[in-house]
């Protein structure tokens, strides 16, 4: 039915397309973390009460940083680590300064994130700001 000449043509492409699988797997199907650059809003709530604040991200990859604080005038720095859905980020507080948490885990999903900040001591949630 085929010739030989046609079938290493065809193993010879299959082959090729197995080296850049960017061509053959659409884009949509391919593994990609979620994005979380941007400006949020912020609410923590513990058994004490509940805070209010905003937050900017920069993402580069699945490299998070920016800032959290009560409000963009008093930041306190972040970094993160994002894979898949998970965020983690922990805070990187000044000399003198107290934060809401050290360390947070959140799921990301579109423009909402929740999740415990350090380790089940309160729940987070962020909600992408709109310009």
Same mark, same amino acid.
């Given at each position: ?23 053959? +797997?659409?884009?949509? /199907?391919?593994?990609?973390? $979620? ?6 809003? &912020?609410?923590? #709530?513990?058994? *004490?009460?509940? +805070?209010?604040?905003? /937050?900017?991200?920069?993402? $580069? ?6 800032? &959290?604080?009560? #409000?963009?005038? *008093?930041p306190i720095p972040i970094d993160g ?17 107290t934060v809401a948490f050290s360390k ?25 700001r709109t310009p």
């Amino acid at each position: 039915m085929f010739g030989s000449k046609a079938i290493r043509v065809a193993v010879a492409l299959v082959a090729v397309l197995l080296q850049f699988p960017q061509f053959v +797997i659409p884009a949509a /199907a391919q593994a990609t973390s $979620a994005a979380v650059a941007g400006n949020w809003r &912020v609410t923590i #709530s513990t058994p *004490d009460g509940t +805070i209010s604040g905003v /937050a900017s991200f920069k993402q $580069a990859g699945n490299v998070v940083t920016g800032w &959290v604080g009560p #409000s963009e005038d *008093d930041p306190i720095p972040i970094d993160g680590i994002l894979k898949d859905n998970k965020l983690t980020i922990k805070t990187s507080p000044q000399p003198g300064r107290t934060v809401a948490f050290s360390k947070c885990d959140l799921t990301v999903n579109g423009d909402k994130m929740v999740g415990t900040i350090d380790t089940n001591k309160g729940t987070i949630e962020l909600v992408r700001r709109t310009p």
